[in-house]
């Protein structure tokens, strides 16, 4: 049940967007073992290919579905439901900014327009150069360090308007400090 | 005699995430204890404990055990970690700085009810969260706390972590389970409960996060220190979150029970409010649980509770009870967000609303629609067009909505009515007050802003329908 609809036979190749990599299908392949259903491996499924591909193409979602034995349909009705999949190219970096009850009333909404000028771009747009989408989101469960603000991956916390140039101006505001898991990344099938 | 923090003990501990530090402190020995035990043993200590879940309903964990059928064959546990509902954290500091103690309650909770595989369910955004506790994990694995033959118990756990992609509704447990087999997290029709049918079909258990870290303190310190703790159907410690503008925001653990002004004015929690403001309203238990009227207005005179009168309620006790006495949905996560007396309760309520508007999943129609129209009627009331109407028109919204008049499927639509309900009904001086004060064409000028084309409508009776009225539509 999705609004988009496609017609597969008159869709244009040139449409559909980059595929997946192999390495990319490997690692869609060593999550199987953690479900009884192939179904189950979805939502990492599209994680890995978001990762890689920086949003989700038409020739992912259709490789996706022959990977987990699914209608592509099926794959872009999950697609559609979840807020955090992307079906057109986003920025390299996504600016996604608290909007709920404790951040609207520390100020939130005022970083919102002061970053919407900045960027020179509305909610859910992408600067020309690539380099940022903006969106807001609903609690990010930061509250006590409102507002808040995720830059991919990485959370800044009591964001003022006045700290937003020293952000931006930081080409490492994306990368979190945290050690990374090996397992995740090649999981234990024993 | 002090409380002493058991969940929170190990913030602030230089690299508290690593497994070595917990140990030392500790940690796993409740669970090397509990699987020296029988497993329905297990089930019937936390029964007694009467461990009530963290997360929201407060429904009896060692009860939801019990549930599962004798003769299953393969049992899953899947652990709540989708943690969305504003203002709420707990479950995001707890696993940031102590996420073996979470672990210890999987395996714990996976011994009793014999699960095979454990899913944790972890909210999408929660990135940094994902790495530390699969690090925690990986750690957990190569000690033997995993995997096969657990501790020479002969025990088997698999421990998985399952990342989500954004979506309240896959908080409530049968949305989890549908989002955990790759489908849109739509809540099923129960029964059957997860306890009997649930992830894949099989039986199934689903625990939040903090539920499961109290269990190891259950068994390390003994029932006796348990039931001290609390009021009388609240047992045990809980971790409470204050936000807004109030001194010291963040996460303070207490046991059940203490009062709602405790929890903004002392000392070792919030520490009052910013520039001495007072308080209007507070959401003791997260958004969906309902306001409560803060000590901007007078004390009750007799003490009486009374929730129609314009009084104050911050003596509201966080416990499982207490809150229902005041009109609201129940303990919540005990997050509280406080609002100070200078914000306009229009605007509060357009963000409640609009939060509600956008996190319905669509299943049910009474909460697709009626969120939908209930954030469209708040943001009419704030842009200065609202009509003494509408305060009415949402209060008979709310009470049609949810599982209570028996209209949806799981409980969203009751979180989100309660709250505007609460709100129109605790605050409606405010309301009439400010719409005392709209200018008299604000009506017209509403509607020629959000449909233009209506206003040239050419039927004179229609346009006036529409004033009067104030609906889109022609009679």
């Known amino acids: ?93 996504t600016i996604v900014l608290c909007r709920s009850l404790t951040c609207e009333l520390m100020g939130g909404r005022a970083v919102l327009e002061a970053l919407q000028q900045k960027l020179g771009i509305g909610e859910h747009q992408t600067t020309p150069d690539g380099e940022y989408s903006l969106m807001t989101e609903e609690c990010l469960a930061a509250c006590e360090h409102a507002p808040c603000m995720l830059i991919n991956e990485k959370l800044h916390k009591c964001v003022q308007v006045e700290d937003l140039d020293r952000i931006l101006a930081d080409p490492e505001n994306d990368q979190l400090a945290v050690p990374r898991s090996d397992r995740f990344d090649a999981p234990a099938t024993d | 005699m002090a409380f002493e923090p058991v969940l929170m003990k190990h913030f602030g501990v230089p690299n508290s995430t690593a497994l070595a530090v917990y140990q030392a402190d500790g940690g796993y020995a409740g669970a090397a204890k509990a699987l020296r035990m029988k497993p329905d043993d297990l089930v019937e200590l936390v029964q007694k404990a009467n461990l009530r879940g963290r997360g929201g309903a407060g429904f009896p964990a060692g009860m939801k055990w019990s549930f599962l059928p004798k003769d299953r064959t393969i049992t899953y546990l899947c652990v709540n970690a989708d943690e969305s509902e504003p203002p709420t954290f707990s479950n995001r500091v707890l696993m940031e700085n102590d996420p073996h103690m979470l672990l210890e309650g999987i395996l714990i909770a996976g011994y009793a009810t014999r699960t095979a595989v454990a899913y944790i369910y972890l909210r999408g955004e929660f990135m940094e969260q994902f790495h530390i506790l699969q690090r925690a994990l990986d750690e957990a694995y190569a000690a033997g706390y995993f995997g096969k033959n657990i501790l020479g118990t002969g025990y088997d756990l698999e421990c998985y972590i399952h990342r989500g992609a954004g979506a309240y509704i896959c908080g409530e447990e049968t949305g989890l389970i549908e989002s955990l087999e790759g489908k849109r997290g739509w809540p099923r029709i129960k029964p059957p409960f997860p306890a009997v049918e649930g992830l894949f079909r099989q039986p199934t258990v689903v625990n939040n996060v903090e539920t499961l870290a109290c269990l190891p303190h259950i068994l390390t310190r003994g029932l006796d220190w348990w039931l001290s703790l609390g009021t009388e159907n609240s047992k045990g410690p809980k971790m409470y979150c204050i936000s807004g503008p109030v001194n010291r925001p963040g996460c303070y653990e207490g046991p059940l029970g203490i009062s709602c002004r405790e929890l903004i004015y002392g000392q070792d929690f919030g520490g009052g409010l910013r520039e001495g403001k007072k308080v209007k309203a507070v959401f003791p238990g997260g958004l969906s649980m309902g306001a409560l009227r803060g000590d901007l207005f007078p004390k009750a005179p007799n003490g009486q509770i009374d929730p129609r009168q314009d009084y104050d309620e911050l003596d509201c006790l966080l416990d499982f009870d207490d809150p229902r006495r005041y009109d609201l949905l129940g303990l919540g996560t005990a997050a ?33 629609e009626g969120t939908a129209w209930m954030y469209k009627i708040a943001q009419r009331m704030r842009a200065g067009a609202g009509r003494p109407l509408d305060l009415d028109l949402l209060v008979e919204t709310a009470r049609n909505m949810g599982m209570m008049p028996g209209m949806s499927i799981c409980g969203l639509a009751d979180g989100a009515a309660w709250p505007v309900r609460t709100i129109v009904q605790k605050f409606r001086q405010e309301f009439e007050q400010r719409m005392a004060k709209q200018e008299p064409d604000a009506a017209e000028r509403r509607i020629r802003q959000v449909n233009p084309a209506a206003y040239e409508l050419p039927i004179r009776e229609g346009r006036e329908t529409l004033y009067v009225g104030g609906t889109f539509f022609l009679p």
Not at chain 1, 9 to 35: C, N
Not at chain 1, 38 to 57: K, M, N, T, V, W
Not at chain 2, 341 to 362: A, K, P, W
């Open chain 1, 1 to 93: 049940m999705s609004w988009r609809t496609i017609d597969r036979k008159t869709v244009v190749e040139d449409e559909l967007g980059p595929g997946l990599s192999d390495a990319a299908q490997d690692k869609i392949r060593s999550f199987f073992p953690r479900y009884p259903t192939r179904r189950a491996a979805l939502l990492p499924a599209l994680h890995i290919a978001q990762d890689e591909i920086g949003y989700l193409s038409l020739r992912a979602m259709r490789e996706i579905a022959a990977l987990l034995e699914l209608p592509p349909a099926a794959v872009m009705d999950i697609v559609s439901f979840y807020t955090h999949f992307w079906t057109r190219p986003k920025g390299r970096k």
């Open chain 2, 336 to 368: 509280a967000v406080v609002v100070p007396e200078d914000v306009d309760i229009r605007d509060v309520l357009v963000n409640v609303t609009r939060f509600f508007g956008h996190e319905s999943c669509g299943q049910c129609t009474h909460c697709r």
